[in-house]
T-cell receptor
């Protein structure tokens, strides 16, 4: 299957700082990328959907000014958590899907801990 | 509204067979996915069903009935490494995935 690389795998940051998470499709062009957040023992929660070259569509309740998503190329999307707080600590996962495809491939996930 | 239901937790014995059910109500249907997720890791793809019937892939099989809004994942010859959460997800008419809460499968020796 296709490969999606997410970086970093884990990060610890201080409260008030910003953290950038990268999601790359290594062997296909990802026209659509999805960003999820998963709290312990809970299912995936879709945060936003981004299509290459256009603004991301955020799910209800997700602050777009806090979770900045950039999908500037067909192989890279970034999620920046701005002014992070301890309650933002979570497992963030991206998935990427090619044009006309039904299956989306997941990155490895990023464990964010805000202290 | 859109809804995916699956049991929260199941327990089975090593070497046995277990069936994890998933029922759904969504706006449109463009296929149903099953994913396996080990703790602390991202989900990994197991199966995709878009037509009624059974899809077999090694020890894992997935069944779909669109008229009943129902699917199941069947795991045979259970191994300890199969202990994980199993997520059911339906792709709706907008090609967005609607996720179930996941079923935590515990395998006992």
């Amino acid at each position: 299957g296709a490969v999606v690389s997410q970086h970093p795998s884990w990060v610890i940051c201080k409260s008030g700082t910003s953290v950038k998470i990268e999601c790359r499709s290594l062997d296909f062009q990802a026209t659509t990328m999805f960003w999820y957040r998963q709290f312990p023992k809970q299912s995936l929660m879709l945060m936003a959907t981004s299509n290459e070259g256009s603004k991301a569509t955020y799910e209800q309740g997700v602050e777009k000014d806090k979770f900045l998503i950039n999908h500037a190329s067909l192989t890279l999307s970034t999620l920046t958590v701005t002014s992070a707080h301890p309650e933002d600590s979570s497992f963030y996962i991206c998935s990427a899907r090619g044009s006309g495809e039904t299956e989306a491939f997941f990155g490895q996930g990023t464990r964010l801990t805000v202290v | 509204g859109q809804n995916i239901d699956q049991p929260t937790e199941m327990t089975a014995t090593e070497g046995a067979i277990v069936q994890i059910n998933c029922t759904y109500q969504t706006s449109g249907f463009n296929g149903l996915f099953w994913y396996q997720q080990h703790a602390g890791e991202a989900p990994t793809f197991l199966s995709y069903n878009v037509l009624d019937g059974l899809e077999e892939k090694g020890r894992f099989s997935s069944f779909l009935s669109r008229s009943k809004g129902y699917s199941y994942l069947l795991l045979k010859e259970l191994q300890m490494k199969d202990s994980a959460s199993y997520l059911c997800a339906v792709m709706d008419s907008n090609y967005q995935l609607i996720w179930g809460a996941g079923t935590k499968l515990i395998i006992k020796p």
